[in-house]
Nanobody, 124 residues
Framework: QVQLVESGGRLVQAGVSLRLSCSAS????????VGWFRQAPGKEREFVGA????????RYSDSAAGRFAISRDNAKNTVYLQMNSLKPEDTAVYYCAARDTIAVVTHVYEFDYWGQGTQVTVSS
């Protein structure tokens, strides 16, 4: 089964950019749709964005659209989340998740594999 590891999270100031990585081991990631989610303290895990197995389709939450971008490099078995114009409300643990499907999936229950998360903290 695929194993996911997120990296790139850190403490940053509002307004800057940050790129998170989701690296996979095990089966090639190229057949998996990948999603990014985040969870702030005391809140439910929420959808941020997702990308199809080919990279040809993406979807974003309203809060991420226009500021965040997901891309993937299947040769490197890695999916990226580029986050621009970060706000304090973006502070959360960010998770990537994968499912072996050709569709773009956006709900927590649709994903089979999860990483351990990486902390992003945005100071004002």
């Amino acid at each position: 089964q695929v194993q996911l590891v997120e990296s790139g999270g850190r403490l940053v100031q509002a307004g800057v950019s940050l790129r998170l990585s989701c690296s996979a081991s095990g089966p090639p990631l190229r057949t998996y749709a990948v999603g990014w989610f985040r969870q702030a303290p005391g809140k439910e895990r929420e959808f941020v964005g997702a990308i199809s197995w080919s990279g040809g389709s993406t979807r974003y939450s309203d809060s991420a659209a226009g500021r965040f971008a997901i891309s993937r490099d299947n040769a490197k078995n890695t999916v990226y989340l580029q986050m621009n114009s970060l706000k304090p409300e973006d502070t959360a643990v960010y998770y990537c998740a994968a499912r072996d499907t050709i569709a773009v999936v956006t709900h927590v229950y649709e994903f089979d594999y999860w990483g351990q998360g990486t902390q992003v903290t945005v100071s004002s």
